[in-house]
């Protein structure tokens, strides 16, 4: 109608608009458009196929409105039977809908907040397991400290086992001197990691917790119990955090890796990357924000422990082995997020893997092995006897030794292949254990066997050489003496 009082002319005019002319004629005409020409369908085309439910539907949703669509469907089809089709679910789910939207209840309404630049931080925890990471083959189980500044969406994570002080300490540290400044506040969840229960049913800092963000200059805050949505933004970004990283091993073609430590270099490769966009913003902020303090605080705790005669130690309720040297000694043990560093005085006596959880034992067979082979009986009614398989091959193994050869005899020889297992590695043994152990493999056998089939024999390795000594020198010394006299 535009282009006609502009050109006067139907055909042309609908060209332009891109309609038939006996269309465009229509309008014109009319001289109205097609919304006001349509007549409102107000009527229906067929029976309604839930005449018979509907009241009782609309009932019970007025006492239950959380009553889901589909159940309450088939709730009332178990009742009314044959008068209604199952092709009527999606019809009643739209008139469900629709009951909602007129009568139902009022949704929770969240308020968008205006950011300042500057001013806080807000930090959580997020399963990362989803990603399928994995190392050398072994799926890596774990979480990403996540920090978030909710003014220009700058972020920084880190690996982590657990919701921890101590995986806290280490990713808030990592985080702000990635930053290189400290915002105003610290706002964090009700995380046991920085809060405890008190006595009234609320929750107030942990002092650990207290003294850490103190060091930064920050103040801290917590969201209210069961409020996630007011960490908002780090909710959010946790989320496109692990959609990118899902990118970026798609597009590397595989999620193994080499160390722990390589997919750690992959994480801060793609947090810079994503960090890049935020560098405006991110510029105002660090005009406001504090200047970091010169050192950081220790990222484990320290504790003295007396290794036992078990030649163990306890450390957070969890057990560890430790060299029988160490037998009667008191250790200083640095607990860190994933492993424990172990001191005699300043000297470090060697590095574990720290388990996950706050339960359980961890035994390293190495530490023992030699012990036992001097004392087999104690073997069948070891406690920790299962840390003494590797794997199942080793467990079918054990199984196999001991039916050819008896208990006592079996049991000997199984130490005698784990000892041999210590000296060359599973990854080097594991393969001949798991074929030897298997039904295919004839005749019985010891572990002097595979000994010999891996060319380890100590005579063949080895040959004894003949020494035979030259005693002219010492015939020369001793009359030299006598001369002398």
Same mark, same amino acid.
Request: proline fraction near 5%; hydrophobic fraction near 35%.
């Given at each position: ?17 891109? =309609? ?6 229509? !309008? ?21 196929? $839930? ?9 019970? $949703? ?17 009742? !009314?039977?044959?008068? @209604? ?8 789910? *739209? ?7 007129? +009568?139902? /209840? ?35 189980? +774990? ?39 400290? /915002? ?6 009700? &995380? ?69 430590? #390589? ?17 405006v913003k991110l510029k ?5 924000? *504090? ?13 003295r422990c007396r290794v036992?005669?078990?030649? &163990? @130690? ?15 000694? #008191?250790?200083? =043990? ?9 001191f005699h005085g300043r ?15 961890? @035994? ?33 193994? !054990?199984?196999? $030794? ?9 049991? @000997? ?10 000296? $060359? ?6 393969? =001949? ?12 056998? *010891? ?5 010999? !089939? ?32």
């Open positions: 109608m535009s282009e006609y009082q502009k050109e006067a002319k139907i055909v042309v005019s609908a060209m332009k608009a891109d =309609v038939h002319p006996q269309t465009a004629r229509k !309008y014109i005409q009319a001289a109205q458009p097609p919304a006001e020409l349509q007549r409102k369908h107000d009527w229906r085309t067929r029976p309604d196929p $839930l005449a018979a439910i509907w009241e009782p539907a609309r009932q019970m $949703l007025s006492q239950a409105p959380e009553l889901e669509a589909k159940e309450l469907f088939q709730y009332l089809r178990g009742i !009314y039977g044959e008068q @209604i089709s199952d092709s009527a679910l999606r019809s009643f789910q *739209r008139r469900v809908l629709q009951w909602r939207l007129q +009568h139902g /209840p009022d949704k929770e309404v969240f308020f968008e907040q205006e950011h300042q630049p500057g001013k806080v931080m807000q930090l959580d925890w997020t399963n990362a397991d989803e990603l399928a990471v994995t190392v050398r083959g072994a799926p890596l189980d +774990h979480l990403l400290c996540h920090s978030v500044l909710p003014y220009s969406n700058w972020s920084w994570a880190t690996r982590c086992q657990s919701e921890s002080l101590l995986s806290l300490r280490h990713g808030l540290q990592e985080g702000l001197h990635q930053l290189g400044a400290a /915002p105003e506040r610290l706002q964090i969840d009700n &995380s046991s990691a920085a809060t405890h229960r008190i006595g009234t049913g609320g929750r107030e800092f942990n002092g650990d917790f207290l003294a850490l963000v103190e060091h930064y200059g920050m103040k801290p805050q917590t969201i209210a119990i069961q409020k996630p949505n007011q960490n908002g933004d780090v909710e959010s970004r946790n989320g496109h955090l692990k959609r990118r990283l899902k990118q970026r091993l798609l597009l590397r073609g595989y999620r193994d890796f080499e160390r722990a430590e #390589e997919y750690d270099q992959f994480l801060g490769a793609a947090l810079r990357k994503a960090n890049q966009p935020c560098a105002e902020e660090m005009a406001l924000m *504090r200047p970091l303090p010169a050192a950081r605080l220790s990222e484990y705790d320290e504790l036992s005669h078990h030649s &163990s @130690i306890r450390v957070k309720k969890v057990t560890y082995s430790v060299p029988a040297r160490l037998i009667g000694q #008191e250790v200083k =043990v640095e607990v860190y997020e994933g492993h424990l560093k172990i000297e470090l006596l060697l590095e574990l893997a720290r388990a996950t959880g706050d339960r359980g034992v961890v @035994i390293n067979y190495r530490h023992l092995i030699e012990h036992l082979l001097r004392k087999p009986g104690a073997f069948a009614h070891y406690a920790h006897r299962q840390e003494f398989f590797p794997d199942s091959s080793f467990r079918l193994a !054990y199984d196999r $030794l001991v039916n050819d050869h008896g208990l006592r005899a079996g049991q @000997i020889e199984y130490l005698r292949l784990l000892k041999l297992t210590s000296e $060359l590695g599973e990854s080097a043994l594991g393969a =001949v254990v798991g074929e030897w152990a298997g039904p295919n493999r004839p005749g019985r056998w *010891r572990a002097a066997d595979v000994r010999r !089939y891996l060319h380890l024999d100590a005579a063949a390795r080895w040959p004894e050489m003949t020494l035979e000594p030259e005693l002219s020198g010492y015939d020369a010394l001793l009359e030299r003496r006598l001369s002398h006299e």
